[in-house]
Nanobody, 123 residues
């Protein structure tokens, strides 16, 4: 069945960087918009970033704009999230998801979800 597997999470000091990866399999990756979402303890899951199937369009939550960069490599069926200047409030479980539609910020249209990877930023 469809798989989305995140990696790259960990513990980092405030101001540091991490690069998350999400490897996809068993669907036509380039046909899908890919999104990153995060969920902090006790909070609802929130949108982080989105990238179109071709990689030409991206959109970010205001809270990460200028610090995070989403990208994809369709030859490797992988989407990335480069996170710089990390803050303690970025601590969360980060999940990638796949959608046939490019609708920034909406979680409702994502057909496939990964299990998530933990990012912890110490202050």
């Amino acid at each position: 069945q469809v798989q989305l597997v995140e990696s790259g999470g960990g513990l980092v000091q405030a101001g540091g960087s991490l690069r998350l990866s999400c490897a996809a399999s068993r669907f036509t990756f380039s046909d899908y918009t890919m999104g990153w979402f995060r969920q902090a303890p006790g909070k609802e899951r929130e949108f982080v970033a989105i990238i179109s199937g071709s990689g030409q369009s991206t959109y970010y939550a205001d809270s990460v704009k200028g610090r995070f960069t989403i990208s994809r490599d369709n030859a490797k069926n992988t989407v990335y999230l480069q996170m710089n200047s990390l803050k303690s409030e970025d601590t969360a479980v980060y999940s990638c998801a796949a959608s046939r539609l490019y609708i920034p910020a909406s979680q409702n249209y994502y057909a496939y979800w990964g299990q998530g990877t933990q990012v912890t930023v110490s202050s």
